[in-house]
């Protein structure tokens, strides 16, 4: 078992009073501090209150102590691997300057420790800098030097990011099952929308590289032409409250369309996968982050 130790601490050029507003918004709607889209976002199963339970992606945690304004305490659950707290204060340094400081302290046991040494200690900092980022950029106007990510934690940030689920073809997705008199082939992929993420599927049309034409357009869903080697095939981009679902609809017309298609088939599934997965990803990174919405310099 080893000792983990982790502190950040910033001084921003604003009263305590803003900064501490600030901090009892998080894990709300328009949480002004944590870093999304580019993070998963705090979620609790109440306001923010002692006895809250919640976490952000795979972490969790539990509200133990709560001062409005000044101060929030996080405990892990027992045997999580991370066992101990994180902490968040806010302490006045005047009328105008303010101290925000983030303690980690917790104890490490077995495959946790190599964990926490390559991966989470890296992407932990990260995430701290991009919170006091936004408390700077919301409550001073401005971050004079915002964090940069390490080609480590843009490395570990491409492989942990979210993977589409299969899902069959939404009802709602109206027009693609009403695109073809029959189908040979269809699937569907889905993922989470994030805070910040755009809700118009225009906007998601790169997942196919911007090639194909658009057919028509209705009820959040974009309907697109792939036809390509004597295929009739059909691509949809449905956004709903939840999620971004890419759809695929095909019809074979004629033997040679059946040999392609049978090659293709093969591929398709990884493909739609991937390229959903890294549009996700890239529109996440592009999106503004919490705070004013401003800039971070993140990476691909």
């Not at 073809?169 to 269809?186: G, K, M, N």
Request: net charge positive.
């Amino acid at each position: 078992m080893a000792a983990v130790l982790n502190v950040h601490e910033r001084v921003i050029a604003a009263p305590a009073a803003a900064v501490g507003a600030l901090l009892d918004r998080l894990s709300t709607a328009d949480d002004p501090l944590f870093p999304t889209p580019a993070w998963p976002p705090m979620r609790l199963d109440r306001p923010l209150s002692v006895g809250a339970d919640g976490g952000h992606g795979s972490i969790r945690y539990r509200v133990t102590a709560y001062e409005p304004g000044c101060r929030v305490r996080f405990d892990t659950p027992p045997g999580a691997g991370l066992d101990g707290f994180h902490e968040l204060t806010v302490s006045a340094l005047g009328a105008e300057r303010c101290r925000v400081r983030h303690v980690l302290a917790c104890e490490t046991r077995g495959l946790a420790r190599l964990r926490w040494a390559f991966v989470v200690r890296h992407l932990h900092d990260t995430v701290v800098e991009e919170i006091f980022d936004n408390i700077e950029r919301a409550a001073a106007g401005g971050v004079e030097r915002p964090v940069r990510w390490s080609p480590w934690v843009r490395l570990l940030h491409r492989l942990g990011w979210a993977r589409p689920e299969a899902v069959a073809t939404p009802a709602a997705a109206r027009l693609i099952r009403a695109s073809l008199v029959r189908t040979d082939y269809e699937d569907a992929y889905r993922m989470r929308l994030l805070p910040g993420l755009p809700r118009d599927p225009a906007a998601w049309t790169g997942v196919l590289r911007d090639s194909f034409p658009v057919l028509a357009r209705a009820d959040g869903e974009l309907l697109m032409d792939v036809r390509t080697a004597g295929l009739t095939a059909r691509a949809s981009i449905l956004i709903d409250e939840r999620y971004v679902t890419l759809c695929t609809a095909v019809k074979t017309d004629g033997r040679p369309a059946r040999l392609y298609w049978g090659v293709v088939e093969r591929v398709h599934p990884f493909m739609a996968r991937t390229m959903l997965r890294r549009t996700h990803r890239r529109l996440a990174l592009a999106a503004p982050s919490a705070g004013d919405r401003g800039s971070t310099v993140r990476g691909a």
